[in-house]
């Protein structure tokens, strides 16, 4: 079945302890991409990635880290977490966003910073 | 700044009506598309329209880009169709970035 699988569903840690939100797609796909979901504010691009080894910062990247060493993963990486990054989190791929290719989205995870 | 608005925020329905939710965007698109957040939490992809209209089923989608707004109808509505609904722009000369309008919150009463 083809779908983006995001890991762990739910989270919580504490402020300062470093984790890492993992992202995997099985469709092959070039196009990878981070957000978080916060009440009233929609969905908020953080980090995008249009191919192995190449990523970009998206509207509020300040606070996370992503890397592309394999086509199917896109890890999210808190370094060093405070209580504003309490938000719920989401993975997506596409083929190709500009060439009517739509956007895949994982399950989300929903991370709590004590 | 970059714009994507959506309207109304909140819509309640009752079972069989249709409705109409509006997405306005403040510069030219190279890509729009709808998704449909359900109760769950799963963003599910609706459409793929950065111009012109799309049908699929009882949903239907019209951009018009030269006037920078989407519309999505919903007719003959289904308790199902309850969630939040959201358009997504990427913007022209802006490489891959997607923006996010706030959502429209649909509840569909039996």
């Known amino acids: 079945e083809a779908q983006v699988t995001q890991n762990p569903r739910y989270l919580i840690t504490v402020t300062g302890k470093k984790l890492t939100v993992t992202c995997s797609q099985n469709m092959n796909h070039e196009y990878m991409s981070w957000y978080r979901q916060d009440p009233g504010l929609g969905l908020r691009q953080i980090y995008y990635?249009?191919?192995?080894?190449?990523?970009d910062k998206g509207d509020v990247p300040e606070g996370y880290k992503v890397s592309r060493k394999e086509k199917r993963n896109f890890p999210l990486i808190l370094e060093s977490p405070s209580p504003n990054q309490t938000s719920l989190y989401f993975c997506?791929?596409?083929?190709?966003?500009?060439?009517?290719?739509?956007?895949?989205f994982g399950n989300g995870t929903r991370l709590t910073v004590t | 700044g970059i714009q994507v608005e959506q309207s109304p925020p909140d819509l309640i329905l009752q079972e069989g009506a249709n409705s109409t939710l509006r997405c306005n965007f403040s510069d030219s698109v190279n890509n729009l598309q709808w998704f449909h957040q359900n109760p769950w939490g799963q963003l599910i992809n609706l459409f793929y329209?950065?111009?012109g209209t799309k049908q699929n089923g009882r949903l239907s989608a019209t951009t018009v880009a030269t006037e920078r707004y989407s519309l999505l109808y919903i007719s003959s509505s289904q308790t199902t169709d309850s969630g939040v609904y959201f358009c997504?722009?990427?913007?022209?000369?802006?490489?891959?970035?997607?923006?996010f309008g706030t959502g429209t919150s649909l509840t569909v009463i039996p």
């Open positions: 329209i950065p111009s």
């Open positions: 997504a722009v990427e913007l022209a000369n802006t490489g891959n970035q997607f923006y």
């Open positions: 997506a791929s596409s083929s190709d966003p500009g060439a009517n290719s739509p956007l895949h």
């Open positions: 990635s249009m191919n192995v080894e190449v990523t």
